[in-house]
C-alpha cells in the first residue's frame, strides 16, 4: 500500500521560511518522479514543484519559482519543499504525491497534507 506523511506545517509570518517532509512507504521511492501540490481553502489544487527520481531535474509553479526548493533523500524515502520569502497566498494544505506533475495531477496517489498558514 502507497503511503505518504507529510510533515512541518507551520503558522509563519510573511517572509518567513519552513522545511516540509514528505515520507513514502509501500513503493520503491527512488523509482518514482515525486511531486508537491497544495490546495487553498475553497479552491482547486495547484501544482507546486516536481523532481525527477534521481533528483537531477526540478520544475516550479511561476508562483513559487526563485522562493520554493525541491529536494529529495533517496536513502531515506524523503521528499523536500523549502519555502522561502513566505507570502500570505502561499496558505493552503500541503500535499507530496507520487509521480510527475501530469501523473499527480489532478488526482493520484497523495499523503494526507500538512497545513501551511502565512499571517501578513
Known amino acids: 500500500e502507497v503511503q505518504l506523511v507529510e510533515s512541518g506545517g507551520d503558522i509563519v509570518q510573511a517572509g518567513g521560511s519552513l522545511r516540509l517532509s514528505c515520507t513514502g512507504s509501500?513503493?520503491?521511492?527512488?523509482?518514482?518522479?515525486m511531486t508537491w501540490v497544495r490546495q487553498a481553502p475553497g479552491k482547486g489544487p495547484e501544482w507546486v514543484s516536481s523532481?525527477?527520481?534521481?533528483?537531477?531535474?526540478?520544475s516550479y509553479s511561476d508562483s513559487v519559482k526563485g522562493r520554493f526548493t525541491i529536494s529529495r533523500d533517496n536513502t531515506k524515502n524523503i521528499l523536500f519543499l523549502d519555502l522561502n520569502s513566505l507570502k500570505p497566498e502561499d496558505t493552503a494544505l500541503y500535499h507530496c504525491?507520487?509521480?510527475?506533475?501530469?501523473?499527480?495531477?489532478?488526482?493520484?496517489?497523495w499523503g494526507p497534507g500538512t497545513q501551511v498558514t502565512v499571517s501578513s
Open positions: 504525491a507520487r509521480g510527475g506533475r501530469w501523473v499527480a495531477m489532478p488526482s493520484g496517489d
Open positions: 509501500g513503493f520503491t521511492f527512488s523509482y518514482y518522479d
Open positions: 523532481i525527477a527520481s534521481g533528483g537531477g531535474r526540478t
